[in-house]
């Protein structure tokens, strides 16, 4: 006869008096903040360079270009910016704070795939409603 007793599987139950180690299932992206520094550069390079020049030959709608400038820029990169931010929050958000999300993705989660699914303006609008209706006792199971 063996030592031990055995469980329905089959496999030896063990008894220790150790607490079991919590599971932690928070993903905390690594953060570069190289590419946001670069692209703010960029960006007041850009609008520098097209405020001189609208200065230099007195073009009349140099407010006009800028304005485009700005939105070029903001659709290129916007998307990867509210994401850098969302995964910022992730990596430096307490432990304590981001365990109390009450729905399966986390909201930080949720709102990445919303951002990636509708669009930057849509998808962080979902995001912001889905922060809003999270209150415990609810949750559950939700996707954008």
């Known amino acids: 006869m063996e030592d031990f007793e055995y469980d329905v599987g089959g496999a030896p139950v063990v008894f220790t008096t150790l607490k079991p180690k919590p599971h932690n299932p928070l ?7 190289k ?11 850009g609008l520098a360079v097209i405020i001189i020049l609208s200065v230099i030959f007195s073009i009349g709608l140099g407010w006009l270009i800028c304005l485009g400038w700005s939105l070029l820029l903001f659709s290129i990169l916007g998307k990867k910016t509210a994401i850098w931010f969302v995964h910022l929050y992730q990596n430096k958000a ?7 999300c009450v729905f399966e993705p986390s909201c930080s989660e949720y709102m990445i795939m919303a951002i990636n699914k509708y669009g930057l303006i849509r998808g962080v609008f979902k ?4 922060l809003l209706r999270c209150h415990p006792p609810n949750g559950g199971e939700d996707y954008p």
């Open 27 to 33: 993903n905390r992206p690594p953060i570069s903040y």
């Open 35 to 45: 590419k946001p520094v670069i692209s703010l550069i960029v960006y007041f390079l």
């Open 94 to 100: 307490s432990d304590k704070t981001r365990l109390k």
């Open 127 to 130: 995001g912001i409603r889905r």
